[in-house]
């Protein structure tokens, strides 16, 4: 184990399609989203202290520390351990995982005989705000980059893309914890196993038209690329509707963007509120 300085900075992260279906092996499709960041910065220090900046934030940061205390070696040194983050809590942006990321980053520069056990270490502590993580959140912020997700393996594919349509970002100011949310989709599923099975398969089913969607466009097919990303965007916001994740606020800020233009909406992340994503085409001047 080693004491020495360290930062990393992290994008946020938004999904396209997928969102709970990705839990009963559906595909994924989620970005980065850098717009908004988290960075953590470790000072050392011979005072034999460690605390956590902001104040704040320490209890939730040494709990996450403390709760892999019995499986992983490994050792707080004395020092200053510094998060800013400008990623909004609750939002469907990726807040935890962002912090799980990091702090998995510094314990893996603290033991680089962890390396291997990076992916396992991030997700244990994504568990810890979630009950069950997916690990979708934790892969599309460790890259950087645009992937398609599946729990099956996990299967994680770059998509390999360099260009993506005109997006926006509307923030309802409504806030959900994602358990629940995902609590409450179970639910659906437990009352109906057919229905479930149903809108799994539909939320799939927008995340490979998505993903067709993107590669076209990023290839020059602009006009059908949009066609599919929308199709796309459509089906996942029927899943939302269908799980009864849309408040009322968020589906009146969804059709006033519609009617302004946009071509698709959907929340993004959980549901429950967060942010509705906007699909533009090339002509809108919204």
Not at 197 to 203: E, I, L
Not at 261 to 275: D, E, N, S, Y
Request: charged residues 20%; aromatic residues 8%; proline residues 6%.
């Amino acid at each position: 184990m080693k004491s020495e300085p360290f930062y990393t900075k992290l994008p946020g992260k938004w999904v396209l399609t997928g969102e709970h279906a990705v839990l009963q092996g559906m595909p994924a499709i989620a970005l980065p989203q850098n717009q908004v960041f988290l960075s953590l910065r470790f000072d050392p220090s011979c005072e034999g202290i460690f605390e956590v900046l902001p104040s704040e934030a320490q209890p939730l940061i040494i709990e996450l520390l403390d709760s892999i205390r019995d499986t992983w070696d490994f050792q707080r040194f004395p020092g200053r351990l510094t998060m800013e983050s400008s990623i909004p809590v609750g939002a469907g942006l990726g807040s935890s995982a962002a912090l799980c990321v990091a702090l998995t980053r510094w314990i893996m520069h603290c033991t680089p005989s962890m390396a291997s056990e990076q992916w396992q270490l991030a997700q244990t502590l994504e568990h810890r705000f979630h009950g069950r993580s997916s690990g979708m959140d934790t892969a599309v912020i460790s890259s950087g980059e645009p992937l398609c997700f599946s729990m099956l393996g996990p299967k994680i594919e770059p998509i390999g893309i360099k260009k993506i349509p005109r997006f926006t970002f509307h923030d309802t100011s409504l806030r959900a914890r994602t358990s629940d949310c995902v609590l409450k989709v179970q639910a659906f599923r437990d009352r109906s196993s057919a229905l479930g099975r149903q809108w799994d398969a539909t939320m799939g089913e927008a995340s490979h038209l998505a993903l067709e969607g993107l590669v076209l466009y990023d290839a020059g097919s602009e006009s059908e690329g949009l066609k599919l990303i929308q199709k796309g965007m459509q089906r996942a916001r029927a899943c939302f509707y269908a799980w009864q994740l849309v408040p009322g606020d968020a589906k009146r800020l969804e059709e006033s963007l519609l009617q302004q233009g946009a071509l698709a909406t959907k929340l993004t992340g959980a549901g429950g509120g967060g942010i509705v994503v906007a699909l533009w085409g090339p002509m809108s001047l919204v």
